[in-house]
């Protein structure tokens, strides 16, 4: 079972910037595809990033596209989120999500077998 910890998420004025780590528990190399899910008070879950195996393809909402910069590092079992320029309209519980197989299907959050419990990221105007 792979468990996921998300962390670096807070209050922060917009324009400012954060940046989100996921550690998994299990090698990150074993994982073919990770990415970024959120969810604001009273909406629905949102697709944020993805990011395939070796970092060879990534893939944006183009509400973050610019803005935010989705990474990996295997050798240290992490993803990252480095989130700029930020808006109040991204205030959200930040999940981090991974799961095996082809890199496909990104924006489908039922296609991901593995959830982080989340972060609060709170911007403020």
């Known amino acids: 079972q792979v468990q996921l910890a998300e962390s670096g998420g807070g209050l922060v004025q917009a324009g400012g910037s954060l940046r989100l780590s996921c550690a998994a528990s299990?090698?990150?190399?074993?994982?073919?595809?990770m990415g970024w899910f959120r969810q604001a008070p009273g909406k629905e879950r949102e697709f944020v990033a993805a990011?395939?195996?070796?970092?060879?393809?990534?893939y944006y909402a183009d509400s973050v596209k610019g803005r935010f910069t989705i990474s990996r590092d295997n050798a240290k079992n992490t993803e990252y989120l480095q989130m700029n320029s930020l808006k109040p309209e991204d205030t959200a519980v930040y999940y981090c999500?991974?799961?095996?197989?082809?890199?496909?299907?990104?924006?489908?959050?039922?296609?991901?077998?593995?959830w982080g419990q989340g972060t609060q990221v709170t911007v403020s105007s």
């Open positions: 999500v991974a799961r095996p197989g082809p890199w496909a299907r990104v924006l489908d959050p039922d296609e991901y077998n593995y």
């Open positions: 299990v090698p990150t190399s074993s994982i073919y595809n």
């Open positions: 990011i395939s195996w070796r970092g060879y393809n990534t």
